[in-house]
């Protein structure tokens, strides 16, 4: 987000306060681990919305971890408890997220 070097006026500034806390409670972020000789299917590992969604995305950052913005997926899965693996109804667009993730490495590789 832009900085301001002025002081707006203060209904400005609470109304530009007011938009960046309803953004940031508006924002998802969920984390999944998948380890086939574990489970048979991914699994939530965090998960939240507003400040916690900005340290999942701070922290996947911080690791090279790719993130994919996507959120309808996001808004279904952190209805899921942590620990828990994605329900076979989210089976398909996980699929397509993790083909997402192995065209992402191929082209890291040939770099």
Do not use: C
């Not at 002081?7 to 998948?34: D, F, H, M, W």
């Amino acid at each position: 987000m832009a900085e301001q070097t002025e002081q707006p006026n203060n209904i400005q500034s609470g109304s530009i306060k007011a938009t960046e806390a309803a953004s940031l409670a508006r924002r998802k972020a969920v984390a999944l681990k998948y380890d086939p000789s574990i489970a048979p299917a991914p699994k939530v590992v965090a998960s939240g919305s507003g400040t916690i969604a900005e340290q999942i995305l701070e922290l996947a950052k911080r690791h090279n971890v790719p993130v994919k913005a996507d959120p309808d997926l996001a808004e279904a899965l952190v209805k899921l408890e942590i620990g828990q693996m994605i329900p076979p109804q989210l089976y398909m667009v996980i699929a397509e997220v993790f083909a997402w993730l192995y065209r992402l490495n191929e082209d890291a590789a040939k770099k």
